[in-house]
């Protein structure tokens, strides 16, 4: 179905969305170690927690090796600390560029990855894109964007690296996973049945209650993110959940947070309605009201993989040759629910809608999560999302890809994400000051 001057109507196409009004990014994005989210976290909880219907053991031991902030935003360790994205150059093995004040950045870009995520972008075609990979600490590892001039994409792109900062994208599916963790925490449990019918492209009003008659499957709410069923994680949204409190649970996860003191907005926008209606369950299943940077999916992917600590994104990891040390993790959600959510996560890339990206043979596996979203107006564009982080037990890096490719395209968002993890795991030498 598509969104049509409000309305929704049938297509041929998968989870369609128009969007008014060309894509338009605007100004650079800037980097500094301060907390992400404008809202204040809850009280921290105990690290290593453990839930006993799930298995929590394999996604709790990031949170051990990270320092965790108190309650309140931490302050930044160094003010006035900007890095404008167009002045970044790279001089041997290292990327630098320069401070407001005349001082010279040494930032944590890994040329590697860096480089292959540019090369990703070129190979999409497509008219925009961006992309971040980043370590569970934080530290921005690549941070790439591109756009062509041409609405079809095209072989000549010009850099923009503010399409992996703005969030310039609709959400897609990648909302259900904040979805996923406000139902974990109203009490659903994850392997619990639900019975549906539809929802494979659309979530209307039929899917929203129980009818026997229709309800010709049960699955489960790990089912439905894993495989990105809509009329599961509409149903239970609808049934569950209240409005303010989804918009709660998506502020707690960083997704309308910025960086004020930056003049940049890194995360996301949300646009959530009072009435728990049809548009309400919509919403809730990635179809409207959201959209999301590759930065602000990197981070709620990481956020997932650290048992609810979440990551503070940096850039600069020197300053005339002294180091900056990181911002801490804050706690967003607790360890029982980012643990579940990460279980989720993990079913999608073993069975679920990345299987064929991630499934079967691969000895490291990986936990993440698809989305798809079309828009027609001004211009034919499919977002093709991908954020997900990699091992499943033991993460080490964490990616964030989204695609917004034409209707003859070349490279999916789960595609690029697998060549950017397994670039990461393979057993070859990484740049100096760069450890995994």
């Given at each position: 179905m598509?969104l049509?001057?409000?309305?929704f109507?049938?297509?041929?196409?998968?989870?369609h969305?128009?969007?008014?009004?060309?894509v338009a990014?605007?100004?650079a994005a800037?980097?500094?170690g301060?907390?992400?989210g404008s809202?204040?976290?809850?009280?921290?909880?105990?690290i290593g927690?453990t839930?006993?219907?799930?298995?929590?053991?394999?996604f709790?031991?990031?949170?051990?090796k990270?320092a965790?902030?108190p309650?309140a935003?931490?302050?930044?360790?160094?003010p006035?600390?900007a890095v404008?994205?167009?002045?970044i150059?790279?001089?041997g093995?290292r990327?630098?560029a320069p401070l407001?004040?005349?001082k010279?950045?040494?930032?944590?870009?890994?040329p590697?990855?860096?480089?292959?995520?540019e090369?990703?972008?070129?190979?999409?075609?497509?008219p925009?894109?961006?992309?971040?990979v980043m370590?569970p600490?934080?530290?921005i590892?690549?941070?790439?964007?591109?756009?062509t001039a041409?609405p079809k994409g095209?072989l000549?792109?010009?850099i923009?690296?503010?399409l992996?900062t703005?969030?310039?994208?609709p959400?897609?599916?990648?909302?259900?996973?904040v979805?996923?963790?406000?139902l974990?925490?109203?009490?659903?449990?994850?392997?619990?049945?639900v019975?549906?019918h539809?929802?494979?492209?659309?979530?209307?009003d039929h899917?929203?209650?129980d009818d026997?008659?229709?309800?010709?499957?049960?699955?489960?709410?790990a089912?439905?993110?894993a495989?990105?069923q809509?009329?599961?994680?509409?149903k239970?949204?609808f049934?569950?959940?209240?409005?303010?409190?989804l918009?709660a649970e998506?502020?707690?996860?960083g997704?309308?947070?910025a960086?004020?003191?930056l003049?940049?907005?890194?995360g996301?926008?949300l646009m959530?309605?009072s009435a728990?209606d049809?548009e309400f369950?919509?919403?809730?299943?990635?179809?409207s009201?959201?959209?999301?940077?590759?930065?602000g999916?990197a981070?709620?992917a990481?956020?997932?993989a650290?048992s609810?600590a979440?990551p503070v994104?940096?850039l600069?990891d020197?300053i005339d040759?002294?180091?900056?040390p990181?911002?801490?993790?804050r706690r967003?959600?607790s360890?029982?629910t980012?643990?579940?959510?990460?279980k989720?996560m993990a079913?999608?890339?073993d069975k679920g809608?990345?299987a064929?990206?991630?499934?079967?043979?691969?000895d490291?596996?990986?936990?993440?999560k698809t989305g798809?979203l079309t828009r027609?107006?001004p211009f034919?564009?499919?977002?093709s999302w991908?954020v997900g982080f990699a091992?499943?037990?033991?993460?080490?890096?964490?990616?964030s890809?989204?695609?917004?490719?034409?209707e003859s395209w070349h490279?999916r968002?789960?595609?690029?994400a697998?060549r950017?993890i397994?670039?990461?795991l393979?057993?070859r030498?990484?740049a100096?000051?760069?450890?995994?």
């Amino acid at each position: 179905m598509r969104l049509r001057r409000g309305v929704f109507v049938k297509s041929r196409r998968r989870n369609h969305l128009v969007v008014a009004g060309a894509v338009a990014i605007t100004g650079a994005a800037v980097f500094v170690g301060t907390g992400f989210g404008s809202s204040s976290p809850p009280p921290a909880a105990e690290i290593g927690a453990t839930g006993s219907a799930l298995d929590t053991a394999a996604f709790v031991n990031l949170a051990d090796k990270v320092a965790i902030a108190p309650a309140a935003a931490p302050k930044p360790a160094i003010p006035n600390l900007a890095v404008d994205l167009d002045k970044i150059v790279r001089d041997g093995d290292r990327y630098y560029a320069p401070l407001p004040d005349g001082k010279r950045a040494t930032l944590t870009l890994d040329p590697n990855m860096q480089a292959l995520a540019e090369k990703l972008l070129d190979e999409s075609r497509a008219p925009r894109g961006g992309i971040v990979v980043m370590a569970p600490d934080g530290r921005i590892l690549a941070l790439a964007g591109r756009r062509t001039a041409e609405p079809k994409g095209g072989l000549s792109g010009t850099i923009d690296r503010s399409l992996a900062t703005q969030p310039w994208a609709p959400a897609a599916s990648i909302f259900k996973l904040v979805t996923a963790a406000a139902l974990v925490d109203a009490g659903v449990d994850p392997a619990e049945k639900v019975c549906y019918h539809g929802g494979l492209r659309a979530v209307q009003d039929h899917n929203l209650k129980d009818d026997p008659k229709r309800d010709g499957r049960c699955d489960s709410l790990a089912y439905g993110i894993a495989h990105s069923q809509n009329a599961i994680v509409g149903k239970l949204a609808f049934q569950k959940l209240e409005p303010k409190k989804l918009e709660a649970e998506a502020k707690l996860l960083g997704w309308a947070g910025a960086y004020p003191e930056l003049q940049a907005q890194v995360g996301g926008e949300l646009m959530m309605g009072s009435a728990r209606d049809l548009e309400f369950a919509q919403a809730a299943a990635g179809f409207s009201n959201t959209k999301l940077s590759a930065l602000g999916g990197a981070v709620l992917a990481g956020t997932f993989a650290a048992s609810g600590a979440q990551p503070v994104p940096r850039l600069v990891d020197a300053i005339d040759g002294v180091a900056v040390p990181g911002a801490p993790a804050r706690r967003t959600v607790s360890p029982d629910t980012a643990a579940a959510v990460a279980k989720m996560m993990a079913g999608t890339c073993d069975k679920g809608s990345a299987a064929r990206s991630f499934g079967g043979r691969r000895d490291n596996k990986v936990a993440g999560k698809t989305g798809t979203l079309t828009r027609e107006e001004p211009f034919y564009m499919e977002h093709s999302w991908f954020v997900g982080f990699a091992p499943q037990q033991k993460p080490q890096v964490i990616v964030s890809v989204v695609l917004g490719n034409p209707e003859s395209w070349h490279l999916r968002g789960h595609e690029a994400a697998r060549r950017l993890i397994d670039r990461f795991l393979s057993p070859r030498p990484r740049a100096k000051g760069h450890k995994s």
